[in-house]
């Protein structure tokens, strides 16, 4: 079995300050990785994924996240956070398996943009 | 494209009493899931359908909830009775074959709180 942990339930940061959310997850397989976003009032928003090859990808909202296989993390990074970015974060995981993907989710990190 | 809708977006029933949520998935899409997430809590798979078909349903609490897809559309999810540990939010989500992966969209929810 899979587990997700997020070791920071509540992240404040200032505005345009950089952030970092942390991911690690255990999986005695191969895992698709995701981290999804909770806006207020709103449901669960797919950001961003890692599903093979280049181990960081990218946001259009400027997030990014890096796969680091020995270190089995998936944090996620912002150079710059804005106002718009307070939202609820959840890392996530899935297994590489045909035709079925049941998502083993962290317990979520609150980003607080402070003006 | 219409997105994955819920309803209600909020239900508020006594202990004993039966509620039934409504998931209506993307349209085509053959997979549906049901999530709960437990106040403080990790957003927890509950089951999954296959066109009308459960796939799996290992993450069911219990036999008071009974998940439904008739005709390979909506989605029902009905607690009978309901109980205080029930409260949580709800989430549909559903995906099609994309590319070799299976992104899940997710519905907005469904608060339940069991007073």
């Not at chain 1, 928003?45 to 990808?57: D, F």
């Not at chain 1, 990218?58 to 997030?63: K, T, V």
Request: proline share 4%.
């Amino acid at each position: 079995a899979q587990s997700v942990t997020q070791l920071d339930s509540q992240v404040p940061v200032f505005e345009e300050a950089p952030v970092e959310l942390r991911c690690n997850y255990s999986s005695s397989v191969s895992v698709y990785l995701f981290w999804y976003v909770q806006y207020p009032n709103q449901g669960l928003q797919l950001l961003l994924k890692y599903l093979s090859g280049s181990t960081l990808v990218e946001s259009i909202n400027g997030f990014e996240a890096e796969f680091n296989k020995s270190q089995t993390s998936f944090h996620l990074r912002k150079p710059s956070v804005h106002i718009s970015d307070t939202a609820e974060y959840f890392c996530a995981v899935s297994l590489h398996s045909g035709g079925y993907q049941k998502v083993t989710f962290g317990i979520g990190t609150k980003l607080q943009v402070i003006p | 494209e219409a997105g994955v809708t819920q309803f209600p977006s909020h239900s508020v029933i006594e202990k004993g009493q039966t509620v039934t949520l409504r998931c209506d998935p993307i349209s085509g899409h053959d997979n549906l899931y049901w999530y709960r997430r437990v106040m403080g809590k990790e957003i927890k798979f509950l089951l999954h359908f296959v066109k009308e078909s459960k796939q799996d349903e290992s993450g069911m609490p219990n036999n008071r909830f009974l998940a439904e897809r008739t005709g390979g559309t909506y989605s029902t999810l009905k607690v009978q009775p309901a109980e205080l540990e029930d409260s949580g939010v709800y989430f549909c989500a559903s995906s099609r074959r994309l590319a070799g992966a299976y992104e899940q969209y997710f519905g907005p929810g469904t608060r339940l709180t069991v007073t």
